[in-house]
């Protein structure tokens, strides 16, 4: 047999050996996707059906995108620089890079990242004179993100607008798309619908590419939106050779626009097509398959399938009970502890469904000593200090980019405040230039002072220095870049003349902290100088496109002895030992926002699917009793607890008290009343008060900004104190803090 082909079972090789025409690889989780895909990849080469420039294969991190590529490269023994294997976001801007001219933008165009795209649209809101608070910049940038993913276009959802809302979005949408072009640049969505655009729209350069990639591949197919299927539709060419890899019970992120139609239609937006099943699971137990395959089975619509291990039991899933979100980090942590005395620090990780959730695990785990990280918190990139040379590079690279000429000129700090800023930014107004073009022009800069003028001309002095290194002082040919200075010593010698350590030293948190600042820019050396040893031409236009498509995921380090915290959405594709999912309760996982709408119970269906099913051996689930979310402190257990086959469970309970479903307290062992006739836990003193019912003004019908319309049942105590239960349309009953629900009656 070849022995490309020794180690697969059955459905890899018949993924693997049927190259032509449309493929459907529904790939269950664990079940060697990633190999699959790899080696179809190397098969196709080494049966010479394909030169590595015909074939192209897209994922959704620049880490898969890497693993991939490497793992090709150890299957043939050889170098495959001209093999196409990115994400999606990198293809589209190697692509416009290439043909730049084609959507009227020079080669050097900027590409904005989310933080770039916020203070553009800040400003857009400020020039409209808008209210920031009806229209703040994040929410804007959402919209934007969410039109430009339908491959709208400023003047499209403009001629749609109505209404007050509608209207000024699109008034700031099309400023924002003006103020884009005249920088050059592009923000994240624009990759993918300028590409899509200009295939569609140019038969030329879309023959082109379809005749250059015979075979498309797509990992994570589950997870695309409405423009990446159809940057898809528009490379595969008559060929029709493309294979998608994904499952449907994955599908996670409908709150960014992936379509899981996309996935579901597939025989019928590529007739003709053939669909394989891997549904053997080299990752975790058949107890752990089982406990996720009852809950996702809940969903309607799926395709069926039974994932089998490779080894068949496994310990029972163990369901954790607590009293609050404080006694659920400290038993969870508690269980961690013991834990480690068996499995490596860097196997065991904590999923919450929301970010806020980790401060009470980060309190425990300090308690303990354990060392931890959280994955998803400020990205090495957003860093201040980073924010600040990256912003120094950009303009370097295009000095039509305002944003960050903005950045970069008021650090470090030269005398060049923001009242010279406001000023030159009329004067660029005036004459409708750029911000850097209206301070090299020392004639028009007079009317901002002789002194601010004299630091404007000295930066950009300096600027225009660098630009000739990097040879990006005019536009891009390759006669003109052939001589310029590779990006990490363009850095190294940035840092040093604009004099980032000097500035950095005087940070006002004190020597250590500006120790640990300047520690983040020599690690953002070490990136370039990587990136140089790597790359046959290190330009600046390059890095800086390779950067501004980074992740967290795509810097989390598998390697350091420490447990790992994330939201569920962040753990896609990576897998542990063992697996704590917390917060199981109704409200929180799932959201509240999910108990009305089918299609989004559904996703968070399947992200308990994708949480569950991160876990090799151990996985433990863990709900509190009462938790201070929204006024409320009562809370149900997840209904996805109930959905799992109770033989797979072990129930670890450890509440001090049991509320029935009439509002009657039972103790528990290990609970006692106190003198005020309140449940106080025994092993911490903490004390919950729940005290017999007195009913009073039930029936009134009340409005809950979160939960909705409700009836009042009861009402337990007064003033500070008084604690109100009401039972939510489509939510339950809620015990609410009257104190903090700000409850409006409306019957």
């Known amino acids: ?139 804007l940038c959402r919209k934007v993100s969410n039109i430009k993913n339908t491959l709208q276009s400023a003047e499209e959802y403009a001629a749609k607008a109505d209404g007050y809302f509608d209207t000024r979005t699109a008034q700031a949408f099309t400023l924002y798309e003006r103020r884009l072009k005249g920088a050059a640049a592009l923000d994240f969505d624009d990759l993918i619908l300028k590409s899509v655009r200009m295939l569609e729209e140019n038969g030329p350069i879309r023959k082109k590419y379809q005749r250059r990639f015979k075979y498309v591949m797509v990992d994570e197919y589950q997870d695309t939106n409405h423009s990446q299927y159809r940057l898809l539709k528009a490379l595969t060419g008559p060929l029709n050779n493309i294979c998608v890899v994904g499952d449907e019970d994955q599908s996670i992120y409908g709150w960014r626009g992936a379509d899981i139609r996309n996935i579901r239609d597939f025989e019928k937006d590529f007739p003709g097509g053939k669909i394989v099943t891997l549904d053997q699971n080299y990752r975790s137990t058949q107890t752990i398959l089982d406990a996720a395959g009852s809950v996702i089975a809940n969903n309607s619509g799926r395709k069926d399938k039974h994932l089998k291990a490779s080894a068949p039991g496994g310990e029972q899933i163990r369901l954790l009970l607590t009293d609050t979100a404080e006694h659920e980090a400290e038993s969870v942590v508690g269980i961690i502890d013991r834990l480690r005395a068996s499995i490596s620090l860097k196997e065991i990780v904590t999923l919450y469904r929301t970010s806020a959730q980790s401060r009470s695990f980060e309190n425990a785990l300090i308690k303990h000593k354990i060392p931890y990280h959280i994955v998803g918190g400020a990205s090495f990139y957003q860093l201040k200090e980073i924010k600040d040379l990256i912003a120094y590079l950009k303009l370097i690279d295009n000095v039509r980019d305002d944003v960050s000429f903005e950045r970069a000129i008021k650090f470090p700090k030269r005398g060049f405040g923001d009242s010279s800023l406001e000023k030159l930014k009329a004067l660029a107004a005036e004459s409708d230039r750029p911000l850097f073009a209206a301070a090299e022009d020392g004639e028009a800069l007079r009317p901002i002072g002789p002194r601010p003028a004299k630091i404007a001309a000295g930066f950009v002095s300096m600027i225009n220095e660098f630009r000739l290194r990097a040879g990006t002082l005019t536009a891009h040919t390759s006669e003109e870049n052939s001589h310029h200075a590779p990006v990490d010593i363009l850095i190294q010698e940035l840092v040093e003349q604009a004099g980032f350590e000097k500035e950095i030293a005087k940070d006002p948190e004190g020597e250590i902290k500006a120790q640990a600042r300047m520690d983040n820019v020599d690690e953002f050396v070490a990136a370039a100088i990587e990136f140089a040893k790597n790359e046959a031409d290190p330009s600046l236009t390059l890095f800086l496109q390779e950067i501004s498509l980074y992740t967290s995921v795509d810097t989390y380090r598998e390697i350091d002895e420490k447990v790992t915290m994330m939201t569920i959405h962040a753990a896609k594709g990576l897998e542990f030992d063992a697996v704590f999912i917390v917060g199981l309760e109704e409200g929180l996982f799932p959201l509240v926002k999910a108990m009305d709408d089918p299609h989004e119970m559904e996703e968070e269906r399947r992200l308990f699917y994708v949480a569950a099913t991160r876990a090799r051996r151990l996985l433990t689930l863990s709900a509190a009793q009462n938790r201070f979310r929204y006024g409320a402190s009562e809370s149900a257990q997840s209904r996805f607890i109930s959905e799992i086959t109770p033989e797979l469970i072990d129930k670890d309970d450890r509440r001090s008290y049991v509320r029935s479903n009439y509002g009657r307290t039972s103790l528990r062992p290990g609970g006692r009343w106190n003198k005020s006739g309140a449940v106080e836990e025994k092993s911490s003193g903490v004390v919950y008060e729940y005290e017999e019912e007195e009913v009073m003004q039930s029936g009134r019908i009340v409005q809950h900004r979160v939960f909705g319309r409700g009836k009042v049942l009861s009402v337990d105590g007064r003033g500070e104190a008084m604690k109100i239960n009401v039972q939510f349309t489509g939510i339950g009953k809620k015990t609410l803090i009257a104190k903090y629900a700000k409850l409006k009656v409306v019957g």
């Open 1 to 139: 047999m070849n022995r490309l082909l020794e180690n697969l079972n059955p459905a890899q090789l018949e993924a693997v050996t049927t190259t032509e025409g449309p493929l459907l690889i529904v790939a269950g989780a664990g079940s060697g996707k990633t190999r699959a895909l790899t080696t179809r990849v190397a098969y196709l080469l080494e049966q010479r059906l394909a030169e590595p420039h015909e074939i192209i294969a897209v994922t959704f991190t620049n880490k898969a995108a890497r693993e991939m590529r490497e793992r090709v490269r150890s299957m043939l023994g050889v170098d495959l620089n001209t093999l196409t294997i990115s994400t999606f976001h990198s293809f589209c801007a190697r692509l416009l890079r290439i043909e730049a001219e084609a959507i009227g933008y020079p080669r050097n165009f900027v590409i904005y990242d989310s933080d770039d795209s916020k203070q553009l649209m800040k400003r857009c809101v400020l020039e409209l004179g808008l209210s920031g608070n009806q229209f703040g910049a994040p929410a």
